[in-house]
Each structure stands twice: as structure tokens, then as C-alpha cells.
């Protein structure tokens, strides 16, 4: 489901390795893409089946200059283990120790990772948040990256 949470301030930067060895940063995607942010609790039931049905969405975001960017909070061995699982996953996978999620507000109080995501614009704006399993669908991040982005 989306919100307006956090809508119209500017998105935390950060650069973070990416499972396959990339750095990225999300300064990268200013002025030309839309960076949509993807938090992942690594460790849930069946989140490699998450990745999987994104991954299958990518190209489709990606034509519309939405460039996909998973964060999990697990530790960068649990989410290779994670990307073995879904081969030829088609965006960046970045571990995190929790500190870009807390600054986007996907930490609970008790440090769990809520599942949540972010389209923000090119000009580092967030433009939409979505929180818990209905917002990290195909559909729902394509619907609200149609409704935002014009």
C-alpha cells in the first residue's frame, strides 16, 4: 500500500557495495533515472520468490527509466546466498547493516526490517513510499511509477 510518508523531502544519500561487486550510489541515478527503492527482509519466508517476480518486472521499469535497487539488512555472504537463488537477477542487490535503512525510516523499533519501497525522482525528491508485501509487487510499483512519474 502506498503513502505520503516522507513524500517531497529529499532522499538519504548513500553508496553501498553491490552483491556482484559494484559500487552503488544512489547520486548515480540524479538527472536521468528514477531509482526505485526496494527494502527486502532477507531473512523472510519466501524472499527469494520476492526478488524473483521483481526481477521479472526490471526491464519493464527500466524502459520507463525506472532503474530497481534491492536493500536487504542481512550481511553481504546471506544476500549472495539470496541472489544464487534467483538467477540472472536483473537489478543491484545491496547488503546493508541497517544504516541506509534507518535513514529511510525501514527500521521497527526493535531493528527488524520493515518491507518497503521507494520512487524518488531525479532530482533526489521522494516521490512515493510503499509499505509492507503489497507495495514490493510488479503491479503496485508499477502502477504508483506510472502515477508518479510523467
Same mark, same amino acid.
Given at each position: %500500500? #502506498?503513502?505520503? !510518508? #516522507?513524500?517531497? @523531502?529529499?532522499?538519504?544519500? !548513500?553508496?553501498l557495495n553491490a552483491v556482484d561487486g559494484n559500487e552503488i550510489g544512489l547520486s548515480q541515478y540524479r538527472g536521468d533515472w528514477f531509482p526505485v527503492l526496494v527494502f527486502l527482509p532477507a531473512r523472510a519466508p519466501g524472499a527469494a520468490d520476492v526478488l524473483a517476480t521483481l526481477s521479472a518486472a526490471a526491464g519493464e521499469l527500466w524502459g520507463l527509466r525506472g532503474q530497481l535497487v534491492g536493500v536487504c539488512e542481512a550481511g553481504r555472504d546471506e544476500c549472495l546466498k539470496l541472489a544464487a537463488a534467483v538467477p540472472g537477477l536483473a537489478f543491484p542487490l545491496l547488503p546493508? &547493516?541497517? #544504516?541506509?535503512?534507518?535513514?529511510? #525510516?525501514? /527500521? @521497527?523499533?526493535?531493528?527488524? /526490517? @520493515?518491507? %518497503?519501497? !521507494?520512487?524518488?525522482? @531525479?532530482?533526489?525528491?521522494?516521490?512515493?513510499? &510503499?509499505?509492507?508485501?503489497?507495495? /514490493?509487487?510488479p503491479e503496485a510499483l508499477l502502477a504508483a511509477f506510472r502515477r508518479v512519474v510523467r
Open positions: %500500500m #502506498g503513502y505520503d !510518508f #516522507g513524500v517531497g @523531502r529529499e532522499a538519504p544519500t !548513500f553508496t546493508d &547493516g541497517g #544504516g541506509v535503512a534507518r535513514q529511510f #525510516g525501514a /527500521l @521497527r523499533d526493535d531493528g527488524a /526490517l @520493515r518491507p %518497503m519501497a !521507494f520512487i524518488i525522482d @531525479r532530482a533526489g525528491k521522494i516521490v512515493w513510499t &510503499g509499505e509492507g508485501a503489497a507495495a /514490493l509487487t
